[in-house]
């Protein structure tokens, strides 16, 4: 079956500009997670939903990241008003709950690069 | 967030045991220890997971200390396919008290394997 799918794989974008980015998670996983991963550095966690509602955005490094789920499946990370140091892979992973026994299924990423 | 302490890194022979240290001398009785590992240039994969007991999968066993304060990712027989960063994580319930959301990564140790 298909896994977790991000879209676009690659972002450039200009310092200022708004961004969007997009997770397809699995079919049925009811839990879905942002993570953004700088150059050498593990995966940092930005927020995660369980369904339509976010259950804890306390990663979201200021006001500038937004996160929505509007039907409980596709997921849509906002940033507007980009600065360089948000280049990084952000990603994007899903599991079928948020319990302390399952495991989360990661996508490829998205690598925003803002100039 | 309860800590984990790894090894930046660590070199092993194809078709050898590796075993891949961990301490976590804050865990809580509620954290679950989860490995991930993350292939260059993918997102982060789901390795194992335990609380108390040893675990045994497919792709790894994990030993858990008695006193659970240190934990040990064992591959039997490396493969080139392996060499990964290896994350050793302590998942704990959210701030509500009823679900385990994030996953909190550290640094990780990267694992070379040499053929």
């Known amino acids: 079956g298909a896994g977790v799918s991000q879209t676009p794989s690659n972002k450039v974008t200009e310092k200022g500009k708004y961004v969007e980015l997009r997770c397809d998670p699995i079919?049925?996983?009811?839990?879905l997670y942002w993570y953004r991963q700088s150059l050498g550095q593990g995966p940092e966690f930005l927020i995660y939903f369980q369904g339509t509602g976010a259950a804890d955005d306390s990663g979201l490094p200021n006001d500038r990241f937004f996160a929505v789920r509007p039907e409980g499946s596709v997921s849509t990370l906002k940033i507007q008003r980009t600065e360089r140091g948000d280049s990084a892979v952000y990603l994007c992973?899903?599991?079928?709950?948020?319990?302390?026994?399952?495991?989360?299924?990661f996508g490829p990423g998205t690598r925003l690069t803002v100039l | 967030d309860a800590k984990t302490t790894q090894p930046n890194s660590m070199e092993s022979n194809e078709e050898e045991p590796v075993h891949l240290p961990c301490n976590h001398s804050t865990i809580s009785g509620t954290d679950y220890i989860h490995w991930y590992r993350q292939l260059p240039s993918q997102g982060p994969e789901y390795v194992i997971h335990g609380l108390t007991s040893n675990v045994n999968n497919r792709m790894a066993s994990l030993a858990i200390a008695e006193d659970r304060k240190s934990s040990t990712l064992i591959l039997h027989r490396a493969t080139l396919r392996d060499a990964a960063v290896y994350y050793c994580?302590?998942?704990?319930?959210?701030?509500?008290?009823?679900?385990?959301?994030?996953?909190?990564f550290g640094q990780g140790t990267i694992l070379t394997v040499h053929p």
């Open positions: 992973a899903s599991s079928l709950m948020a319990s302390g026994r399952g495991e989360q299924f």
């Open positions: 079919s049925g996983h009811t839990a």
């Open positions: 994580i302590l998942r704990d319930r959210d701030a509500g008290g009823t679900s385990y959301g994030k996953l909190t």
